[in-house]
Structure formats: structure tokens, C-alpha cells
């Protein structure tokens, strides 16, 4: 079976600071997605026939620049921004200006998240600090896209979800396994008590069986056979005391990797609500992301968009909503895709194409829409 290579690597400038990097861009060939949330966060699956296990996707879906941290979605437009317009516009320049300046003050924001990327030791932390760099160099322009910035924030909420999702399955997994050891154990402690007290059982067969029989030579074999079965209870305790040995060991471990495990996800926490207090930006769980992208898309749909975008980000809105609570709005959002789906649908009726993505949002809006109707009930 061939191997599929899980990476390209491109080679890009930075067009912050002229620094050359070499960014990893990962090949949709390296895992597959098994599923789609209501709100698009993908469930992957890394494939078995790439050369690298793929942690997470979304650990390559920005590029950050290794002097000085300038963050961009890794797309065509940033690996090609020589041969296109929005690096070379004036608003570019305006937010270069403020990056750079931001990056050579003392214990800057930007210098912060750039230091704690480590993504072959931290990737869930490192994803979560790159997509949040990208957003505040996306915020920094004058022409801001809210709607790059409401992508990005719901890539973090997915980021978040999944972290979640590992660390209760994890969970699970080591619980059964302690249940599973523990049983282990205990099976090994009552077949050794078992197992002692038949050789005591069997020592005083050996002293009742003597007793009466006072002969030289029935003596000399009661002392022989009460010398080897003495041997085998002190070989019994010894064993004992080696199995009560093993629970301390694994029980020390396994302490100590629950520990270290809580201390790691503890200490990103604590580093997010430090960040939080320089950018009230960023997020500290799933929920808040998800708030920060529905803020943003919002923005957007102020703003003029077309095509699928007019069906996919009041959905989304809608969704969003939904996720946080706001069922009414919620509602009204589910509404506004319903009509505005239709619409597009009917004027592009023979364009199964262009239409493939509308007619699947719609049908999703009339199911989120179905689940609040029920909640009422």
C-alpha cells in the first residue's frame, strides 16, 4: 500500500518582517474526516496510510512567523502574497506598522502567544495560540474581516470541543484500565491467601500425621517435610510483600500522571486569562469562542456578502445562537437561511452545483429549527 506524505512545505517570506519561514501545510490525503458537528467542526481520523500521524488539522491551518510572530491563514494569498494586492495595500501597511511596534514592547501580547508555541510537544495549545494570533493580526487592520475573524474563532471553539472530547474519552479509557489492574490485583491477593491457607492446612496434616509416631525415622521426615513447607509459607509472605510492592509503584504513577496531566491543563488556563487581561479577545473555553465567532459574523452579515455566504452565516448565526442559548434569535436566524436558500435555490435552478451547499444548509436550518420547536413543547 503506498504511503501518502502528510505534508507540504512551503517556503514563504514573511511579508511582516522579510523573515524566510518554512510552514508545514497539511495534505487532505493525511486523515479523513468521519463526521460534521451542526456547526461544521469536523470529526477527523487520521489516515492510516499517511507517513505522519496528524494530531490535529487545524495545528497547520495558520502560519506564524518564527522572528517575528506575524500570523496569516496559510492559503494561497499569504504563500503567493508577492503576486496579489493585499499585502502590498495601504491597509496592510497600517497594521504592519502596528504589529511591529507592538512586538518590540516589553512583555507585548504578541510576544506572549508567540513564546508558548510548541506544536509537537503542546498541539492543542499551539493551535488554540495561532488561530488566536491570526485574529489579532486580522483585528489589527483597518478593514478588518469579521468574517475571517467569526471563521477563526468557531476553528478555536471546534479546537476546545475536541480537547473536551479526548480528555473524557481518555478519562473513560485509564478508569477502565485502573478497574481492570484493580481486578487484576485483587485476583492475585485472594488465590494468594487461598494458596496460604492450604499450606497451612497442609502443615498441620504434616504435624498431625507425625505426632503420634515417635520413631527415629518419622521424626527426621517430619522435620524435612515442616523445613520445606516453613520455606514455602516465607517464599508466600515474600511474594505478598512483592505484590503490595507493585499496587504502591503503579499507584504512585498513575498519581503522578493525573497530576502532571491536570497541572498542564491547568497552566494554559492560567496563561489564557493572563492573555485576557492584555486582549479581552480570548477565550478561555469552547463557549466563549463560540460567543466571540457569533459576535463577529454578525459583523459580517452587516456587511455585503454573496452567494453561499448569504445562506452560511446567518446559519451559522443561527447555530451559534443556539449553542449559546439565545434560542429566539436562534429562530429568527433559522428563518432568514430558510428564505434566503430558497431564494438562491430558485434562481439558480439548473446549477446543481452552485446549489449542492445551499440545499444542505437548508436542510440543516429546518432540522436546528425542529429541535428548538420540540424544546417548546
Known sequence: MKRVSSFTIYSVKCPACGTLNRFKGIQPEAYVE???DTDFGPSVATSRDSEQKVKNPLLYFMGTCK?????HELNREFIEWKDGLEFKSEAFKVSKT???QELRRKGSLIRKMGKTLKPSKAPFASSVMKLLMGIYDESLKPDSSYYNMGRYYLRVAWIFRDQNQKEKSAWINENLTIQSLDEAFGSTELQHSDYLQKVEKLKNLVESEFQLRHT???QKIRKQCSSLINHMIK???SLKDTLDQLQQIYGARQDK???RDYASVLEFEDLLFDLKRDWPGVPVNEREALEFSLENYKKSLAKE???NRMIQIPYLIGELSRRTGDLASAEEYFDLTIDAGQ????QNPDDELKTALAKKILEMAHQQKEVILRGKE
Open 343 to 346: 431564494d438562491f435555490v430558485q
Open 98 to 100: 502596528k504589529h511591529l
Open 216 to 218: 527415629a525415622t518419622n
Open 67 to 71: 522572528k517575528c510572530f506575524f500570523t
Open 257 to 259: 500522571e493525573s497530576a
Open 34 to 36: 468521519t463526521g460534521r
Open 235 to 237: 517464599k508466600l509472605n
Open 305 to 307: 456578502v454573496k452567494g
